[in-house]
């Protein structure tokens, strides 16, 4: 069986930081507004996968107005993979991204990882050598 990702959402407190942040700051294209009764939110493009679709919906004012339940407030993450771990981190730190974690070397890959304007983490991977690519941090 082959998977990948085709989209995924993002709960953010300020939309408009949000989108500033992922279209100026990672080149992230915006592909469209989405119709949604619960919550405004608009739909990106990562640079180089136009078909993948990252949805930032704005988080209420008021949690318990909306249909938000407790798993909404959990950590969101979203993983990244690069050819430059370091370049990366120099750009995100440039722009003043939180680092959380600068870049360290794991069995089969380096990376780092930031947390975005609505502190939902963001890790970039490199692959190094042949090893294990995907495991819990």
Do not use: K
């Amino acid at each position: 069986m082959s998977l990948r990702v085709a989209s995924f959402s993002l709960a953010v407190d300020d939309l408009d930081q949000a989108l500033a942040f992922y279209r100026n700051v990672l080149g992230f294209e915006v592909s469209g507004d989405v119709p949604s009764r619960e919550a405004p939110c608009v739909a990106l493009a990562p640079p180089l996968q136009p078909d993948m679709r990252l949805l930032l919906v704005a988080r209420p004012a008021n949690p318990s107005a909306g249909r938000w339940t407790v798993a909404d407030d959990l950590l969101h993450r979203v993983d990244f993979t690069t050819d430059d771990c370091d370049a990366v981190f120099e750009h995100l730190e440039a722009a003043g991204a939180e680092v959380i974690q600068e870049p360290i070397d794991r069995p089969g890959v380096r990376d780092c990882a930031f947390l975005d304007p609505s502190e939902n983490v963001l890790r970039f991977t490199q692959a190094t050598s042949a090893g294990p690519r995907h495991r819990c941090r």
